[in-house]
Structure formats: structure tokens, C-alpha cells
């Protein structure tokens, strides 16, 4: 026993009252940074990656005048290209738009009535298009012109349609809305021969007015405040609009709502938070068989959160997905961790025959060195992510080593304390052993574990007053009451006597168990063999560990039986090879010179022997009109030619025939033109308007000849991390040639695909980083204070063990490495270094006492070992729990916390124990 941290804690027992009452002013005070000064910032998820730095350039310089919501139409007969199917969908959307029309289609209940679809000229129709155009309005207008309609026509009329339609050239974009999987053979219909076309699906979107929806760039992730969930919401509005009524057809909308559906599953997550924190105290309860240490730690878990919540409001740290959820649920874990190594140490003196003031001094003074060890090493753990270039993960490692100070403090501190307080007053009371007490204590028991865990998920994803509410009502009922009907009963004598625990309760029937494990470690060549059988197995998970790619896949994070998840399954399976996401290449330079236009139409020409990139039915890789259509459509114009002429006196040529204007000094004042005016067809049809033309091409007269542009591609099987690898790889060697030909100040790949990949690569890099930092800095934390190289290298090699092992088993098991689960490092060291500290600071008391190492391992073991079993269970059972979330976000955290929490078990009372064995020299 340490005799001078005794007398500190001897000492601090005549102030304890004073400390409580610290403690709950303290606590008190943090509820105002907590509930006022919540932040409105979410924490950055992304690095400042040259990617990043593009997309931002782009989203502060161009305009986006129309917002689109996708949607794949789905027939339940596998044949969308039938007169009930197409008239069905048909239907749909003149049901929007006359909605639109009314105004009824509005953002939001509490908005003005207006109409937010988006009226713009269609090039390929030579039309003007409100809102929304599918193969059905086509079908329509041709039967029209026929005498009849959609709703009227026959099976063999639509099938005629849809042949003359999609062998019209200026139909090209209405066969690319057909499935991949679409079929077409040769048929007598009303003696004449066609193509009888069948598809299962078309792709479509909905167009709106983006400045009406609140403006902002087209971006899909999670974040972006009101302005993106009101869209999001309008977004929803039009699909449910969509699907109402519908029998023949399934409307699936495409990622159209990912806050919101984050939210939804996000909440369908929250009951299996909820069972986490109980079943982690139901799990003490079963194993502690102690009231007062079940409630305190479901009160101290509540104080935990405020003290979380509330510190990190006040320094500051922003919100997000990893601070509001991840680190509280990790939180949890740790938490118990400290409250049961610190409990169990005082029932075991408790155990011993001495009163609950002497076995807490006792067993604080004699676990105060490893608590304290432990909160040290979990904080530098968690401060090791720090140097991340990623503001997420910074704000996870302070608010991590928060919550980490905040448990030692709390649940290794003040929980203990006041069980010591209420045990002292127990035994002095005469209702202690009574049937109504121990009723009180049964539904208490109960109704403490629900309310707390109900208050402590309120608390921390739905509304921090009610959170708090609930708390303070389960301290009052659980605690409060139960202690003041002891208190009004007390005696000056003690009646109740703590009895020794029956050698029938669980807790001592895994102590049996670890004995037994003990005395197997003490065979001459068990630990030998077990050393060489972690070696192996650490060598057979290293090779896997490096195998574990970096993967991005919606399913990781969203329920594959959800709506959202479902929708991109049918764009993947139907328009796989032929959509792919949007990835965008940026330009920036001297786009006046007609030789860099030249260099770009070449750059683009060769897109389209690229494999990585999708292709249209052309042969054409770029979407959506940009510069070099712009110009086509100049030069071809006679009517804007003219218009250009008479205003700015240029005439536009085009001698080479390239569809390039030859000077720099007309593509000047075409971009000039084009800026004000737009491009119109004739004095009456504008093609595009100017607000289109400022949202591909950024010209500023006044700054030289510098012009930035964007074009834009599909990444096909961008779920695949390889797939956006190989495309990164193949497009920037094919922009080298752009580079090197001296008109281009700036140029690079952009947009969600290559934004995420440096997001991912910079996961693995932080991942690469803070493992070493964390366990050089921790090994050098425990060289100094256990003041022995062999023991602080013993103690650190388990925790190497337990992330090889983990991340080799993730491999196996499936998972990939993307932003959450690379943050699982981190946390299992944090929590896997508690078990190895307790373990061997409690060999060496026992050995310092017993002066046998064998006796030591014994102790250590069957003592503390008891303490890190009964933590870890608590734990992985809340954690398995979760394991069962329908959101696959919280489901593999839950399941992969779970088992690293197992692995630590292992490590530290399987392979630690060895280590200690052979590293001990023996006494003389």
C-alpha cells in the first residue's frame, strides 16, 4: 500500500462533504454553456486537400440558378414502356406541376404561395420545359399529334410512339433515361415493323428555381445548415408528390435527403443508445450486486454528459456526428471502466471486515496510482488525433480527452465516494434490511437504469433541457428518496454488517473462472506457448490490417432497407455503366486563346477512351453544357453572330472549321456577350440565360484574359474506393498535357468523388499518425511513472496487440476503413490501456507485498482481472446491444467496440500476465 497516497486520501475524507458540494456547484455552473451556448458550426469532416480547396473556389464563384432532384420510375410489371405505367407517371408530374402552378408545391408550411419549378429551353426538343420532362410527356405529345393521348391510347399506339421517338435523333437524351438492362427486338404492329422497345426503369429529374430554394451550391453530404434541410424537405415534398396514387410504378428518389434521413435513422438508432447505457448497468447490477452502484454510476454517467457537453460548448468545439454521438456512446465504456475498477476495489477491502470510511481510504490509496495512470494515458490516447488535418477529428480527440479527465474525476472519484457516504449511513439504518426497503431498491433498480439511460440519449441527440429533467428526476427518485429514508432511520450503531459474498454470485463465479486461468498460466511452458501463439496470430492480423482499404459505401452509414439506400441500388443495377457520380474538372487560365480551347476539346476527346469515366450513347464523357458548347453554339448561330456584330462591331469566324473562334479578342466578346445576354436561338427563344451561362463560366473583363471553367463527368462504380482511385490516377495524367501547355494557371479534379477520396485519405493518414504518436507518448508516460522500462513496455505491447488484432479482423469480417471506424484505433487504445495499467500496477503492489511473482499473477488476476472482466462485460453487452441498431453507422461501431473491447480482455489477462511472468526477474 502506498502509506503516503493514504494520508492524501485519509486527508481528503474530513473535506469530503466540502468536495460534493464543489462538485454539484461546479456541475451546476456547466449547465448554462450547455444549454445556451450550444454551437450552430458543425466540426469539418473534410481536410484542406487541394480537392477541397477546388470545390470551395467553385461554390464561391458560380452562380447555380436551378436546383435538380433525380428520381428513377420504377414498373412493377419489369416494363415501364406500357400505356398504364407511362400514363401513371405521366400523370404524376402534371399533378406537380399544377400544384406548382397554385403555389401549393411551396418550401415550407409557413412560405409564401409561388411557383418553384424552374422554366428553361431544352436544346435537344427545341422546346421550352417546366419543371420536369420524362419519356411520357414525349409519348404524350406524340399521340397528340396523332389524335389521341396516354390515356387513351393502346398498348400497340405506345409501342409505336416510343419506336418513331427514339429513332429520332434529337431523342438521344430520352433513350439514355432507359435502363441499362433496357431490350429491343423487331416486331409487326398494325402491319408495321418496329422496334418493340421494353425497359424496366426511366431516369428523371425534377428542375427548380435554386435561388428561390435559398440559393447555395449543389452539393449531396451531410451538414449545410437550414438551408439544405429546407431543400431537402422540398425534395420529399416532390417525391411524396410523386408517389401518391401510384399502383402501376415505385418512385425512387435519388440521395435527395441525406440530413434528413440521417436524422430518421439517426433516431431509430436512439432506442438502441438507450438499451446500450442500460444494458452496460443492468450488467453492474448483475455483476456488483450493488444498488447504490448502479444508481451512482447511472448518475454519474448523466453528470458525465454535462460535464462533456458543457465544457466542450464553452472552449468552443463545434458540433457533428462524432462529438454528439460517437464520443458520448464511447464515453459510456470508459465511464463504467473507472467506476467499477474504483468499486470493486473497495468492496473487495469492504469484503475484508473493515467499515465503508477504512475500505475506501484502503482501496482508493491502493487503485489512486492506476486510475490516475490510466485518465493520463486515455487522454494523450485521444490527444493524439491533434495533429489531424481534419477539424472532426481534432474536435473528437479534445472532446474525447474531456470526457476522459471528466470519468476519472466523477466515476472514478465521486462515484466511490458517495457510496462510501450512503454504505456508512446503511449500515446504521433499521430499514435497511426491511421487505418494503429492499422492494423500494427492486423497482428503483428499474426504474434508475431506464430514466437514465432515457435522459442521458435525450441529453445528448433530442433536447438538453428535457434531458436534464429527466436526470435530475431519476437522481431525485433513485438516489435522493432511497437516501433520505435511510438517513431518517439512522442509528448511532451499526445493525447491518456487510457479509462476505456468496461464493454462488456471478461476480465469483468468474473469479473461479480466473483462477483456474491462473493456475494454467503458472505451468512451466504455458506462458511460453501462449506468448508464441500471439506472435502468430499478431502476424497473421498484421497482414490483414494492411489488406483493410479505405471504402466508401452509402450502406456503411444508411440501412440498406431504407428508401434512400434503395434508390441508389436501382441506379446502380440500371444505369451503372452509364450514370456513375458526378465528378467535376476544374480550369483556370487563359480560356480566351483559342490554342487552350483547342487543348481542352482534346483533353475531352480523350475522356472518352477512358474506362473509368461513363459514357452517353454518343460516346460522350462531359455532362451538361460548358464553354466549348457555348462557343458551338455561337458559331453556328447566324442570328447571335449578327447580334455581336452590330453591338460590339466583331465579326465571329470560324475558318478551321473547329468550332472555335480564331481570335482571342472574339472569344472576348463572346464571353462578354454571353455574360449579359445569355444565348438566345432568335429575337424571341433564349436558349440559355444568362444566369446558366455564369453558372459554368466565371469572366471578369477587368481581370485580364484569367477565365475559370469546370467540366463535368461521371465516375461509374464510385462505391468502390478503387474505382474513384483508378479514375483520379487515369484523368490527372491526362491533364498533365493541359498543364504543361503554359495557358492554365490552376487545374484540378473536384466534386463529391474526389473530395471523398481525400477525405478517406486523409482518415488513413490521421489513422498512420496517431497511433504512433499515441503509443510513444503513452510509453513514455508510463517509463516515467512506473520508473521501469520493462514494465512500461510490458504494459504498452497488449494495447499494439489489440488494434493489429482488431483492424486484421475487421478485414476478415468484412468491414472497411472509412472516417468512423478509423477513429476505433484511437478509442481502443484509450480504453485497452486502462486493462493493461490496472493489471500491471496491481502485480506490482502484490509482488512488492508477497515477494513472489506467482502469487502476484494470482492476485492481479483473480483481484483485479475480476474488475477488468466486469467492466469489459458491462460494456460489450451495451455495445452489442447497439451492435443491433438498424443504422449501419451505430451497428458496426457498436459491434467493432465490442469486440476490441474482447480483445482487450484477452491481451491484458492472456497475453499481459506472460509478459509480466518473464520480464520478472525472480526474488532473491
Not at 468552443?316 to 464520443?327: A, E
Not at 467540366?711 to 468502390?720: K, T, Y
Not at 476478415?812 to 478509442?827: C, W
Request: hydrophobic content about 45%; glycine content about 6%; some cysteine.
Amino acid at each position: 500500500m502506498n502509506f503516503q497516497a493514504n494520508k492524501i486520501i485519509e486527508s481528503t475524507h474530513n473535506l469530503s462533504w466540502l468536495i460534493i458540494l464543489v462538485f454539484f456547484i461546479l456541475t451546476s455552473i456547466l449547465i448554462y454553456p450547455l444549454i445556451y451556448k450550444t454551437p450552430i458550426q458543425q466540426a469539418s469532416p473534410d481536410p484542406p486537400s487541394k480537392s477541397h480547396k477546388l470545390q470551395k473556389d467553385l461554390d464561391s464563384r458560380f452562380i447555380n440558378p436551378i436546383f435538380y432532384t433525380s428520381f428513377i420510375a420504377e414498373s412493377k410489371s419489369k416494363d415501364i414502356l406500357t400505356q398504364n405505367s407511362l400514363f401513371e407517371l405521366f400523370k404524376a408530374t402534371e399533378k406537380l406541376k399544377s400544384l406548382d402552378k397554385t403555389g401549393e408545391l411551396k418550401l415550407l408550411k409557413n412560405s409564401t404561395k409561388e411557383p418553384y419549378l424552374y422554366t428553361y429551353y431544352d436544346q435537344n426538343i427545341n422546346t421550352q420545359i417546366y419543371g420536369v420532362y420524362t419519356i411520357a410527356n414525349a409519348v404524350e405529345n406524340y399521340l397528340q399529334q396523332n389524335n389521341t393521348s396516354l390515356e387513351n391510347a393502346t398498348e400497340s399506339q405506345v409501342k409505336i410512339a416510343i419506336h418513331d421517338i427514339l429513332n429520332n435523333a434529337q431523342s438521344t437524351f430520352l433513350f439514355e433515361s432507359l435502363s441499362i438492362n433496357s431490350t429491343n427486338e423487331i416486331r409487326v404492329i398494325d402491319n408495321r415493323e418496329i422496334q418493340y422497345w421494353t425497359s424496366p426503369t426511366v431516369i428523371f429529374s425534377v428542375i427548380s428555381d435554386n435561388k428561390k430554394l435559398g440559393g447555395g451550391p449543389l452539393s449531396i453530404g451531410l451538414g449545410g445548415g437550414d438551408r439544405i434541410l429546407n431543400k431537402e424537405k422540398f425534395s420529399r415534398r416532390i417525391q411524396n408528390v410523386l408517389r401518391e396514387n401510384n399502383q402501376t410504378n415505385s418512385i425512387w428518389g435519388l440521395a435527395l435527403d441525406t440530413n434528413l434521413e440521417s436524422t430518421d435513422q439517426g433516431q431509430t438508432a436512439g432506442i438502441f443508445i438507450m438499451l446500450t447505457v442500460i444494458g452496460a448497468l443492468l450488467t453492474i447490477a448483475f455483476l456488483l450486486k450493488s444498488y447504490w452502484a448502479v444508481v451512482l454510476t447511472g448518475a454519474g454517467l448523466g453528470f458525465l454528459i454535462i460535464w462533456l457537453k458543457g465544457i466542450s460548448n464553452l472552449i468552443g468545439l463545434k458540433s457533428g456526428l462524432v462529438i454528439d454521438l460517437i464520443v458520448p456512446i464511447s464515453m459510456i465504456s470508459l465511464g463504467v471502466d473507472f467506476a467499477i475498477h474504483a468499486i470493486r476495489r473497495y468492496q473487495e477491502e469492504s469484503e475484508n471486515g473493515l467499515s465503508p470510511q477504512n475500505a475506501h481510504i484502503i482501496a482508493t490509496s491502493s487503485i489512486f496510482g492506476a486510475l490516475l495512470l490510466a485518465m493520463l494515458s486515455d487522454s494523450i490516447a485521444f490527444l493524439s488525433n491533434l495533429p489531424s488535418n481534419i477539424e472532426a477529428v481534432v474536435h473528437f480527440g479534445t472532446a474525447a480527452a474531456i470526457a476522459v479527465i471528466g470519468s476519472y474525476i466523477i466515476l472514478g472519484g465521486l462515484v466511490p465516494l458517495l457510496l462510501m457516504k450512503i454504505e456508512n449511513i446503511e449500515n446504521q439504518s433499521l430499514i435497511t434490511n426491511t421487505r418494503i426497503f429492499k422492494l423500494i431498491k427492486s423497482f428503483g433498480l428499474i426504474g434508475s437504469t431506464t430514466m437514465s439511460a432515457a435522459g442521458i440519449l435525450v441529453l445528448v441527440a433530442l433536447d438538453e433541457k428535457i434531458g436534464l429533467i429527466m436526470l435530475i428526476s431519476s437522481i431525485l427518485l433513485f438516489v435522493v428518496f432511497p437516501f433520505i429514508l435511510i438517513a431518517k432511520n439512522r442509528t448511532n450503531n451499526v445493525v447491518n454488517i456487510l457479509e462476505p459474498s456468496s461464493d454462488k454470485t456471478s461476480i465469483n463465479y468468474i473469479g473461479k473462472l480466473l483462477k483456474l486461468t491462473t493456475n494454467l498460466y503458472l505451468k512451466p511452458r504455458v506462458p511460453k506457448i501462449l506468448l508464441i501463439l500471439s506472435i502468430i496470430f499478431t502476424i497473421f492480423a498484421s497482414f490483414m490490417a494492411f489488406n483493410l482499404k479505405p471504402v466508401f459505401d452509402v450502406k456503411d452509414f444508411f440501412s440498406s432497407n431504407s428508401s434512400y439506400v434503395i434508390g441508389l441500388d436501382k441506379l446502380d443495377k440500371h444505369y451503372g455503366s452509364r450514370a456513375g457520380e458526378p465528378g467535376v474538372i476544374y480550369l483556370k487560365g487563359d480560356l480566351t486563346n483559342p490554342d487552350s480551347l483547342i487543348a481542352i476539346k482534346k483533353f475531352e476527346k480523350s475522356l472518352e477512351n477512358d474506362d473509368s469515366v461513363s459514357k452517353d450513347s454518343n460516346g460522350r464523357s462531359t455532362l451538361e453544357p460548358n464553354i466549348l458548347d457555348f462557343l458551338k453554339l455561337i458559331v453556328n448561330n447566324p442570328y447571335i453572330k449578327n447580334e455581336i456584330l452590330n453591338i460590339y462591331n466583331i465579326e465571329i469566324t470560324d475558318l478551321d472549321s473547329n468550332e472555335i473562334p480564331d481570335t482571342k479578342k472574339q472569344i472576348h466578346t463572346i464571353l462578354e456577350y454571353i455574360n449579359k445576354n445569355g444565348i438566345p436561338l432568335n429575337d424571341s427563344t433564349l436558349i440559355f440565360n444568362s444566369d446558366r451561362i455564369k453558372e459554368n463560366v466565371y469572366y471578369d473583363p477587368n481581370i485580364n484574359s484569367e477565365v475559370v471553367t469546370f467540366l463535368i463527368i461521371r465516375i461509374p462504380g464510385s462505391r468502390e474506393q478503387s474505382s474513384i482511385d483508378k479514375a483520379y490516377e487515369s484523368i490527372t495524367s491526362k491533364l498533365n498535357s493541359l498543364d504543361d501547355s503554359g495557358y492554365f494557371t490552376e487545374i484540378g479534379l473536384t466534386g463529391s468523388p474526389f473530395t471523398r477520396k481525400a477525405q478517406l485519405d486523409a482518415s488513413t493518414d490521421t489513422l498512420r499518425t496517431s497511433l504512433p504518436i499515441a503509443v510513444t507518448a503513452t510509453f513514455i508516460l508510463l517509463l516515467i511513472t512506473m520508473k521501469s522500462f520493462r514494465y512500461a513496455f510490458a504494459t504498452i505491447i497488449p494495447i499494439i496487440l489489440v488494434v493489429t488484432w482488431l483492424y486484421g479482423l475487421m478485414y476478415l469480417l468484412g468491414f472497411s476503413l472509412n472516417f468512423v471506424t478509423a477513429m476505433i484505433g484511437a478509442i481502443s487504445i484509450g480504453i485497452g490501456i486502462d486493462y493493461s495499467i490496472h493489471i500491471t500496477e496491481r502485480f506490482r503492489q502484490e509482488l512488492k507485498s508477497s515477494n513472489s511473482k506467482n502469487i502476484a499473477i494470482e492476485k492481479s488476476i483473480t483481484g483485479t482481472g475480476l474488475a477488468v472482466v466486469a467492466s469489459a462485460l458491462s460494456s460489450i453487452v451495451g455495445f452489442i446491444i447497439l451492435g443491433f441498431a438498424p443504422m449501419p453507422l451505430f451497428s458496426s461501431y457498436g459491434l467493432l467496440t465490442a469486440l476490441m473491447m474482447f480483445l482487450s480482455i484477452i491481451a491484458s489477462l492472456v497475453v499481459l500476465p506472460c509478459l509480466l511472468f518473464f520480464i520478472t526477474p525472480p526474488k532473491k
